[in-house]
């Protein structure tokens, strides 16, 4: 469940981004899981929120990864507001007895020093309320690195979506040998 950093934004195929990417590993592990991709490029934490009771009745996960705020933070939406839409969708997933792993986001600092940290304080005070993993910023690795990036300065390229897979494997990995939902 994210964003246009999930939906494979601005890519050829959706094939090329990393939950594809991370389906395709799945198998070659000997995982038995399928991956439903229920991103939405420009979504907020208040639409995925609205979305997210039919997506889970729907898909039944086993796991969620939650991955969104970024448009939030980018629309310079409350941050507590952000903070209470992903704490209810982390309730939601307990309720449908889901493992929950959540990806960190940040901002640039042109947002302002109170307004980032705050932003970057609600994903590890969400998982520490919750006790749910904390996967480091999705982009860890490739923001900061322009020859990764398309145009618009947000959203990797395609050659850059394994090394997003690569930030969210280690944390998601566990939650896979772990029984029952």
């Known amino acids: 469940m994210g964003d246009s950093l999930s939906a494979a934004y601005g890519l050829d195929s959706p094939s090329q981004g990393w939950v594809a990417l991370l389906e395709a590993k799945l198998k070659a592990r000997g995982y038995d899981y399928t991956v439903v991709n229920a991103s939405v490029s420009g979504e907020t934490s208040g639409g995925g929120l609205t979305r997210f009771p039919q997506a889970l009745g729907q898909a039944k996960p086993a796991i969620v990864i939650l991955e969104l705020g970024a448009n939030d933070g980018l629309r310079g939406l ?60 999705l982009l860890t690795g490739v923001a900061d690195h322009p020859e990764l990036m398309q145009a618009d300065g947000l959203h990797p390229l395609a050659k850059a979506e394994p090394r997003v897979l690569d930030n969210v494997w280690p944390v998601l990995e566990p939650l896979l040998h772990t029984q029952g939902k």
């Not at 980032?116 to 993993?133: I, R, S, T």
């Open 78 to 137: 409350p941050v507590q507001e952000m903070r209470a839409n992903l704490g209810k969708m982390l309730g939601l997933a307990r309720e449908a007895r889901a493992r929950t792993l959540l990806v960190s986001m940040l901002l640039p600092p042109n947002y302002g020093k109170t307004y980032v940290q705050g932003f970057a304080a609600a994903y590890p005070a969400l998982a520490k309320h919750y006790k749910v993993p904390l996967a480091p910023f």
